[in-house]
């Protein structure tokens, strides 16, 4: 079956690095997207990036700029997502979640909780 | 920058009929879009419902339905069931980017 699942709970101070991962089974990794989205505390989904397994190429939301990166292992079938400079309203779950070429989204992580506090 | 509405918040009794709309800032929202809605219960992941403005998946109930009317996005429900309490969320591709919208709270009672 189908599976994303993601590294556990992180918790940062401001000024540093978080790297979260997703590991796939259960499909061909390359076939689909990865995104990645967060959700503040009781706030909305908010849409970071995309990466393709098959090539590893990226587009990034403009807010996300400069400071995250996405990258992605085909041997493990695991994407990454790095977040720099980590500032207290970055705190969030942080969610990768599949698609099919053409729009279709389907399957998500559970979620990665970090918290940014000093 | 690309703004996408979403009602805040819905009511509707056990069993009625509510349509929830996702409106694009820069104009009306078509098939180029592919249009996707998600449902989120408080503690949980996103879960997918509709593709592509008007497909669903083989675990979406028939009582969920999108459509693209007046130019927005649309999802209807149908004979709402209580476990249907939740957010909904449309997401809409901007060319290489996509964009929320502020979601939906729907509120059965």
């Known amino acids: 079956q189908v599976q994303l699942v993601q590294s556990a709970t992180e918790v940062k101070m401001p000024g540093a690095s978080v790297k979260v991962s997703c590991k796939a089974s259960g499909y061909t990794f390359i076939s689909y997207y990865i995104h990645w989205v967060r959700q503040a505390p009781g706030q909305g989904l908010e849409w970071m990036g995309i990466i393709d397994p098959d090539g590893g190429s990226t587009t990034y939301a403009q807010n996300f700029q400069g400071r995250f990166t996405m990258t992605r292992d085909t041997s493990t079938t695991t994407v990454y997502m790095e977040l720099s400079s980590l500032r207290p309203d970055d705190a969030a779950v942080y969610f990768c979640?599949?698609?099919?070429?053409?729009?279709?989204?389907?399957?998500w992580g559970q979620g990665t909780p970090v918290t940014v506090s000093s | 920058q690309t703004v996408v509405t979403q009602e805040p918040s819905l009511t509707v009794s056990p069993g009625g009929t509510v349509t929830l709309t996702c409106t694009s800032s820069t104009e009306e929202v078509t098939g180029t879009y592919y249009a996707n809605w998600f449902q989120q219960k408080p503690g949980q992941a996103p879960r997918a419902l509709i593709y592509?403005?008007?497909n669903k998946h083989s675990w979406t109930p028939a009582r969920f339905s999108g459509s693209l009317l007046g130019g927005k996005a649309a999802l209807t429900l149908s004979g709402v069931q209580p476990e249907d309490e939740a957010d909904y969320y449309c997401l809409l591709r901007y060319g290489g980017p996509w964009v929320f919208g502020g979601g939906t709270k729907v509120t059965v009672l």
């Open positions: 592509n403005a008007t």
């Open positions: 979640v599949r698609e099919l070429h053409g729009g279709i989204f389907d399957y």
